[in-house]
């Protein structure tokens, strides 16, 4: 089916990620043209650029965190293709080992915050200020299971998540509608947020090559299998067409093969005696 893609400027931050690369890959193959962004890998990037092809696209290197660095990715991208149509929000950042709590310090809280929601805040406001001369644009901003059911030992990360796949896209999705407004020809502006469960990423490639973290990952999963990147990237060019998905908006889609939660104990360490 075409998704009428072909020609769509789609801006993709941390393209240079597991999550951000398959996206680009299938968006090129729609035709679209592609602006890649990355903060601390633009050799990545740019050797995702030559793997795509004769796709047209652009290059940058931008802190997201930073009020600046937002400015300039849209400004170089305007330089570039005069526009964005679509933005796809997925530049992120968690810590990578558990921590409780009371063990977190306010620096790694700060720093998830930063990474995850304000990143997402600033580039989703630079998009909306060129929507607004536009009149047509939409969003997918890339969540976490996290957000929908938790993450111990992560609750920066699920915090941050959790605002961005529900109080951000919710409220938005009014605000945007009324910056790029329906019409007799166009579906109007739309954001909508997709959130995958486990997925093999390079950062965790090594963790899900362990059978026994599988088996427990997957133990609450009606379809018992990680998620690989191709899996996000198809949800999010259905979200991004116009054509397939012009009238869903303000929605948050798990990715995540039915998941209904965590195990949250082995079979060992609960005493059926009390239970």
Known sequence: MDTQLRDQVIMITGASGGIGSACARAFAAEGAKLILHSHRHPAHARKLQLELGTAESIVIAADLTKEAGATKLFAQAQKYFGRVDTLIANAGWWETHDVPLQRMSLYQWRKTIDGVLTSAFLCTREFFRLVANQRRGNAVLIGSTAA??????????????????????????????????????????????????????????????????????????????????????????FLSSDKLAGHITGQALVIAGGMEGRTLWQSDEIDPTIA
């Open 148 to 237: 929908v059911f938790g993450e111990a030992g992560h609750a920066d990360y699920a915090a941050a998540k959790a605002a961005m796949a529900f109080g951000l896209t919710r409220s938005l999705k009014n605000e945007l509608a009324r910056l790029a407004p329906h019409t007799q020809d166009y579906c109007g502006g739309r954001i909508n947020c997709v959130c995958p469960g486990w997925t093999v990423v390079p950062r965790n490639a090594a963790k899900l090559a362990d059978a026994k973290v599988v088996r427990k990952v997957t133990a609450t999963m009606a379809l018992p299998k990680i998620a690989r990147p191709e899996d996000i990237a198809n949800a999010v060019v």
